[in-house]
């Protein structure tokens, strides 16, 4: 369908994507983790790219992650205990799990710190 040299030229890609409407950002992230049920995939020195379409964010990770034991991951942020469970789960996290069940944001929050942060855990346990 396309003629090819092998691809498009950097520059000539980067134009048409700001024509479409499509920013384009490199983030400098250190570490990106995606945790599924089973491990977690632990992305180190990723190359990470955020693409804006009109409202649409689009996130490419670039790199060869280390799948670890679920939950072994990012381990040090819930290291502190509880002086520092409040700022171990992000709002976000507390928000959805009590938009979810209906609880207030106080006891969506205890239930995620007794699950360490496991927000399919945390709304089973309120449901």
Do not use: H, W
Not at 32 to 61: C, H, P, S, W
Not at 92 to 103: C, P
């Amino acid at each position: 369908m396309f003629g090819g040299g092998g691809g498009l030229n950097p520059r000539k890609m980067e134009q048409m994507m700001e024509q479409m409407g499509i920013d384009v950002e490199d983030i400098d992230a250190e570490e990106v983790i995606i945790r599924t049920d089973e491990y977690d995939l632990v992305f180190n020195d990723a190359e990470v790219t955020k693409m804006d379409a009109r409202g649409q964010e689009t996130y490419q990770v670039i790199g060869s992650p280390e799948q670890v034991e679920s939950g072994a991951a990012g381990g040090s942020a819930d290291a502190g205990g509880d002086a520092d469970a409040g700022s171990a789960i992000p709002d976000d996290d507390v928000e959805l799990v009590s938009a979810r069940t209906g609880v207030s944001e106080d006891e969506a929050r205890e239930a995620l710190e007794d699950v360490d942060g496991d927000l399919a855990a945390a709304v089973e346990s309120l449901e």
